[in-house]
């Protein structure tokens, strides 16, 4: 079982920034894809963004230009840099693993509550 556990959620003005944090229990070498997602209340979960093995990422409309998501894998750990903050991108934010073929496996993390003030 692998655990993901994100972190650095919180409160901030609209226009100011937040870094989001993923955290896998083991190395992100296993993994063929991660990714960000968010939901907001009354909405369904999509996806902010996300990066593959080979370090191809791609973006939300919504979020292209103004997020970053990039990973360390020496830490096991993904990164969103989300800027210019709006009020719609408030909710809570989730981190996904994905190992495709035959084994293929995904594993989803609590989540971390972003809030955005205007």
């Known amino acids: 079982q692998v655990h993901l556990v994100e972190s650095g959620g919180g409160l901030v003005q609209a226009g100011g920034s937040l870094r989001l944090s993923c955290e896998a229990s083991r190395s992100l070498l296993g993994f063929n894809v991660m990714g960000w997602y968010r939901q907001a209340p009354g909405k369904e979960r999509e996806l902010v963004a996300s990066i593959f093995s080979g370090g191809v990422t791609k973006y939300a409309e919504s979020t292209e230009g103004r997020f970053t998501i990039t990973k360390e894998t020496a830490e096991n750990t993904v990164y969103l840099q989300m800027n210019s903050l709006k009020a719609d991108d408030a909710g809570v934010y989730y981190c996904?693993?994905?190992?495709?073929?035959?084994?293929?496996?995904?594993?989803w993390g609590q989540g971390t509550q972003v809030t955005v003030s205007s």
């Open positions: 996904n693993a994905r190992t495709f073929g035959p084994d293929w496996s995904e594993y």
